[in-house]
């Protein structure tokens, strides 16, 4: 059992898509999530709710794809409850993503 990521929803994804194309599908990913998280800093910092509200979507949906659970759960409360007093959830997000996607490469290359 996998804690980061739901074995049953990135086996699902694996027989849907195949496990090559869930290879480019995990790099894609690991190349993105970079910006993701750096555009949710940006709106934070830049005040901007809705972009921020975006940002945090588009991290979740991709989370949920693959199975990542808790970073999905972490992106979707950061979605529903806006821009942050301080980047402490921000800190947290970002070792939420780090910890899933060193676990999506390890799952995708088997």
């Known amino acids: 059992m996998n804690p980061v990521v739901d074995l049953t929803i990135f086996t699902e994804l694996q027989g849907n898509t195949g496990s090559d194309f869930v290879i480019e599908l995990v ?3 690991v190349a993105e999530a970079p910006g993701m998280q750096a555009e949710l800093r ?3 910092a ?7 509200r975006r940002a945090a979507h588009s991290l ?3 989370a949920q ?9 972490a992106a979707r409360m950061l979605e529903l409850q806006g821009l942050p007093a ?5 800190d947290a997000l970002d070792a939420r993503c780090h910890e899933a996607l060193a676990a999506l490469q390890a799952l995708a290359r088997g």
């Open 60 to 62: 979740k949906a991709n």
């Open 42 to 44: 940006a709106a934070w």
């Open 46 to 52: 830049a005040g901007a709710a809705d972009r921020f």
């Open 27 to 29: 790099d894609t990913l």
């Open 65 to 73: 794809t693959f199975g990542a659970l808790g970073l999905a759960e």
């Open 86 to 90: 301080d980047a402490a959830p921000l």
